[in-house]
């Protein structure tokens, strides 16, 4: 679980976003994916380690080779907790709702505010 | 009466530390401000997902004062949150911090929540922020094993 975390950072640099973004299209090695970014591959190699790390990429030994491609269990874990997450807190604010709508008609459960009319 | 659209909730991550949460409530700034404050009330609806009871709920709210959360459910079994409010300003304006205790105390959450008046309602904006990743991944992991992020743990999630 912890990788979530993780997961969260390594989305928030563009560079790693771009990159699970080539993965998207299938495996690529580290020297086809630094192609398109002006850095180096050992720049590149940190940011695919990051990910990695996250859980969000996974790589393949192929030989000498090293190709990457998407880990899906990463993102649909990820994916899952933020709806989890999301259902817990509209539950709590529609609970909400009915407690100050019960308020606003129950003038008793909130001394502090009453009206008073002159 | 349809409240729908009205009362969607936001949720969204901001970097790697902040996540704010916008929600719109038909009740005037005071009332959402005291629900967020009475142990009374609180008790009431910061329960997160069904089957969940909050069977103590301390809430001290002055600068200073102490706030104590614990919930229960009958198969998942128990945990609790404590916390200190830093600034209170009627009816507009909660800053505090909490740390989750599982048992252990995860590292503390900021969380400044605003209440601003929007037509004959609220509109809440609350902004958490975290002090670093680990404290996030505790939060994550929590969520995952109580199914109780809901509770005072607020994150993630555009609509």
């Known amino acids: 679980m912890s990788n979530l975390d993780a997961s969260f950072a390594a989305l928030a640099d563009p560079t790693r976003r771009a990159l699970l973004a080539r993965l998207a299209l299938g495996e690529a090695t580290v020297m086809e994916l630094a192609k398109p970014f002006e850095m180096t591959q050992p720049a590149i190699s940190q940011h695919l380690k990051v990910l990695e790390m996250a859980g969000l990429i996974v790589t393949r030994v192929d030989g000498t080779k090293r190709p990457r491609r998407l880990a899906k269990a990463g993102i649909e874990a990820m994916d899952q907790w933020l709806t989890m997450l999301r259902k817990a807190l509209e539950k709590n604010y529609d609970r909400l709702d009915e407690v100050l709508a019960a308020m606003q008609s129950n003038p008793t459960m909130e001394p502090n505010a009453k009206r008073r009319k002159r | ?159």
């Open chain 2, 1 to 159: 009466m349809n409240t729908m659209t009205m009362t969607q909730m936001t949720l969204k991550t901001e970097g790697d530390t902040h996540i704010v949460v916008t929600r719109r409530f038909a009740a005037p700034p005071e009332a959402v401000y005291r629900a967020h404050t009475d142990p009374k009330i609180i008790r009431k609806w910061l329960l997160g997902p069904e089957g969940w009871t909050m069977p103590v709920c301390i809430s001290d709210a002055k600068p200073g004062g102490k706030f104590r959360y614990e919930w229960s459910h009958p198969k998942q079994g128990s945990f609790h949150i404590t916390g200190e409010y830093i600034e209170l300003e009627p009816h507009s304006r909660i800053v505090h911090v909490e740390r989750m205790h599982l048992p252990d105390p995860t590292p503390e959450n900021h969380v400044e929540t605003r209440f601003d008046p929007d037509g004959t309602g609220t509109l809440m904006t609350m902004r958490m922020t975290l002090p670093d990743a680990q404290t996030r991944a505790a939060m994550l992991a929590t969520g995952m094993e109580r199914g109780m992020e809901a509770s005072y743990v607020r994150l993630e999630k555009m609509i």
